[in-house]
């Protein structure tokens, strides 16, 4: 069992930065794919960003690539998000994710995802 934690959602600026952190329990965090997904009111949960088990790879979505750094800290259990320039669209609840399956490789499914924090606000303003 995976127990996840978000944090440093808030408000900012367009144009600004933010660094999302999520603490995870569980002595095999360093096995477990990591994701992080966001939502709109009235939205679906999409992808943002993932990493394997081992930080050796990472996907992220169209929108965020180039603004947008997922990086994990094995020893301190422990997967970071930082988003730069940040603009107006990027406001949704920001969840982090730890998926089950092998840790080799990274997700971009919700699906493949089993286990989820209970989210942070950003909201960014003009």
């Known amino acids: 069992q995976v127990q996840l934690v978000e944090s440093g959602g808030g408000l900012v600026q367009a144009g600004g930065s933010l660094r999302l952190s999520c603490a995870a329990s569980g002595r095999t965090f360093q096995t477990y794919p990591m994701g992080w997904f966001r939502q709109l009111p009235g939205k679906d949960r999409e992808f943002v960003a993932a990493?394997?088990?081992?930080?050796?790879?990472?996907s992220y979505a169209d929108s965020v690539k180039g603004r947008f750094t997922i990086s994990r800290d094995n020893a301190k259990n422990t997967i970071y998000l930082q988003m730069n320039s940040l603009k107006p669209e990027d406001t949704a609840v920001y969840y982090c994710a730890a998926s089950a399956r092998m840790s080799g490789y990274y997700y971009t499914l919700r699906s493949h995802y089993d286990y989820w924090g209970q989210g942070t606000q950003v909201t960014v303003y003009s």
């Open positions: 990493i394997d088990g081992s930080a050796g790879s990472t």
